[in-house]
């Protein structure tokens, strides 16, 4: 495997884009590109999770895909003050504001396209993946790629910023009833605390007004645009109440965008691969909600089934590898 780093900023070196790449070589050589899945790790905006980030681009390389993850801007080390008083407020950090997440994601698949022919990416097969957070950015991103957001900002063809799918997992994806959606969960005072310093963090406002609040709530924005999508949650996460991404679900069935929804019973928020690849605490392993990962697979598979074999003959992969 091939991992390189790349900064979205010469001077920054918190916005980072790895790529871990299935290395092209000896039988695997020259046979055809392969599909491709941006991870986008949760966070709340606050952060990115490293659970969510390597062990997940692992999970992807294992079933073949080329994989990277996104590291894009959050507000980073001053939130964890909110651990230590619940009562402070966070000041604004402009460089984390809505859009700039949606336009670095636009600039990720624009760098995968770059190195499309070095790193044997088939640029009409990359799927977004996002946990939490990320699965709010990656789903926002989907539902404006088409839009003059990103081809306005980036000076080229809207078409580059194409998502082929897109993968959510126990997202958030209504700001305007959020309060509303946690009214019947069971939240500490540092909870509610951390959930206002998300609000800050990618708006700049504790409570944002209702423009504002629509023009960050995918569910609101779906369109015939969006890509298939795979969603998955548990019925008993506390951070992300599951009907976030049961609205999703009714968003694209009402757009007859085709979608494929899981909601396990048990389990906490923040599960990423719900087994001990991406365990920290034993609450972070489920055995049933783990299986979201295969499930995402076959989905996977009736949209970008890898073709490494089926365009050449026996003889003549054979020959290829210098066995004839």
Not at 62 to 73: D, I, N, W
Not at 79 to 97: F, G, H, Q
Not at 229 to 236: K, N, Q, V
Request: glycine share 4%.
């Amino acid at each position: 495997m091939i991992i390189e780093k790349i900064k979205l900023y010469e001077d920054r070196d918190d916005v980072i884009l790895t790529a871990y790449i299935i290395e092209e070589k000896g039988e695997l050589h020259g046979i055809a590109p392969r599909p491709a899945v941006l991870i986008c790790p949760g966070g709340g905006y606050l952060n990115c999770s490293d659970r969510e980030a390597e062990p997940i681009a692992l999970k992807f390389a294992a079933m073949g895909y080329h994989a990277f993850v996104l590291r894009y801007s959050v507000y980073g080390e001053g939130a964890k003050e909110i651990y230590r008083n619940p009562d402070v407020t966070l000041p604004v950090r402009e460089e984390c504001l809505y859009p700039t997440q949606i336009l670095e994601t636009g600039q990720a698949m624009l760098i995968i396209r770059e190195h499309a022919a070095q790193w044997e990416v088939d640029t009409d097969r990359i799927a977004v993946c996002g946990f939490s957070a990320g699965a709010h950015n990656a789903a926002l991103y989907s539902a404006v790629w088409h839009t003059d957001l990103l081809s306005g900002h980036f000076k080229t063809k809207k078409e580059f910023f194409r998502p082929a799918a897109v993968i959510l997992c126990y997202m958030v994806s209504d700001y305007v009833d959020f309060e509303k959606l946690m009214e019947n969960m069971a939240i500490s005072k540092t909870d509610k605390a951390m959930m206002k310093a998300c609000f800050i963090a990618l708006t700049g406002e504790e409570n944002p007004d209702l423009q504002k609040r629509e023009a960050i709530s995918p569910d609101r924005l779906v369109t015939k645009y969006m890509p298939p999508a795979y969603i998955w949650a548990t019925s008993a996460d506390n951070v992300a109440p599951v009907q976030h991404s049961l609205r999703m679900a009714e968003a694209l069935a009402a757009q007859k965008v085709p979608f494929e929804l899981h909601i396990f019973e048990e389990g906490q928020h923040g599960l990423s691969a719900a087994d001990q690849t991406s365990a920290v605490v034993k609450e972070h392993m489920n055995t049933d909600a783990a299986r979201w990962v295969e499930l995402a697979d076959a989905w996977l598979k009736k949209r970008f089934a890898l073709t490494l074999l089926s365009c050449v003959t026996e003889e003549d992969y054979l020959k290829q590898i210098g066995v004839l």
